[in-house]
């Protein structure tokens, strides 16, 4: 026999015992979305690797090792999409969104591809959502987005979820916070991997990102703090984000360390974690980025956004969800005994479908047996039986699958027999 061809690393198959959980997610996430006002946008699969690059930035893990890229036909690179803020800004400046409002208020739900090293929480198709607030400058803005996120979050991990905090200011006071960071690791230039040494060169923010303990160790004992070096008015806009937040009893933890892996962000960055997760503890992260429209060729607008990822919510809140999200019960199974019910039987199972009932029709043929057999593995409430004879006198058999009583019942007062077995009246006394 051939070899069945396989699943490779890092992707993964939802299976029904798990989609009708997705389903759940989804609809959560639509819901308090709609709450806080913010409209769904959808864009491609893949975009010009442009995007990425000037989007994300050379530097960064996403752009420098984990993008599928590929050159199509006519010779154009594309990236299947890695994140969703380049596109969804792309589409905001492309469909001039800014001209219908002084504030766009978007989110998304979609599946991203990074080729990582697949592990527990680290896959390379996943799934985001996320959301991405262009228009206003304001901490209120901020606030008002990580809210969001926390809200969500709670919402599958009513505990154990810690939101973190910082400022990593305005890019016109970072060259000078850069500086600094050099002259740190210029000692050490030659005892750091290829990879950092690259970051040290270009990009130093970056070095913030690196997996190598003996950076980390620098960073810990002799690098300056970033929310040490932001302007006045980055420490008031902090000030007032970290107030806010106070005010509406968020709990969070400033870190100085954190500048998150992308190099769009100004000011505030922000992550939510779970101590259930172990190494990939990371459920969200966003911040702002005041200066990304304006990079990628639209007005200078700012922005504010973030994103979480739905496996690892899945990982921390599976289990409760599974005891909580039942899919919908099966109504009836439909047991055909004779060739001559066939053909009335898939008439039956369309009309109760179209009355909204869920139905299920045997088509395998089987004996009487084996399919009331199945009629009770399928988990459904009732059974309706046609054979030779219900065809003839115009009825079937109807079985209540809890009870097992079983009555032959007029087609006409079909409806209204599984009504009483569906949807059985509370007893009054
Ligand atoms: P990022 O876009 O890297 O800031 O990630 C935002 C969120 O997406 C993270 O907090 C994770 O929950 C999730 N995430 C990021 N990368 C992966 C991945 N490779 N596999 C699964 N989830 C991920």
Known sequence: MDEPVKRIRGVRDILPEETHLWRF??????????TYGYQEIRTPAFELTDLFVRGVGLETDIVNKEMYTFTDKGGK??????????????????NHLDREAPITRLYYFDDLYRQ???????????SQFGVEAIGSPHPEQDVEVIALAYDLCSLFEPQGLTLRLNSIGSPEMRGEYLERLREV??????????????????????????KNPET?????????????HISSEDREHY????????????????????VRGLDYYTRTTFEITSGKLGAQDALCGGGRYDDL???????????????????????VAGERLQEKVTPRQLDVYLVVLAEEARAPALARAQELRAAGYTVILETLRRSAKAQLREANRSGARAALILGE????????????MDTGEQEEVALEQLAEKLDGILHPKPETD
Request: glycine letters at 6%.
């Open 25 to 34: 997610v989804e609809w959560i996430v639509h819901a308090v979305m709609s």
């Open 116 to 126: 990582e090293r697949p592990q527990k929480g680290r896959l390379r198709q996943f």
């Open 77 to 94: 690179s594309l990236t299947l999409k890695p994140e969703l803020t380049a596109p969804v800004v792309r589409a905001y400046i492309q």
């Open 239 to 258: 000030e007032e984000v970290q107030a806010s937040l106070r005010a509406l009893g968020i709990p969070f933890e400033h870190d100085p360390k954190m």
């Open 185 to 210: 690791f210029q000692p050490y230039a030659a005892d750091l991997d290829q990879l950092d040494r690259q970051r040290l060169k270009n990009n130093p923010l970056r070095l913030f990102d690196s």
């Open 216 to 228: 980390q160790a620098i960073l810990d004992q002799h690098a300056p703090l970033i929310s040490d």
């Open 293 to 315: 429209v304006k990079q990628l060729g639209g007005p200078d607008i700012p922005a504010v956004g973030f994103a979480a990822g739905v496996e690892r919510l899945l990982l």
């Open 389 to 400: 004879d219900e065809v003839k006198k115009g009825t079937c058999m109807v079985k209540r």
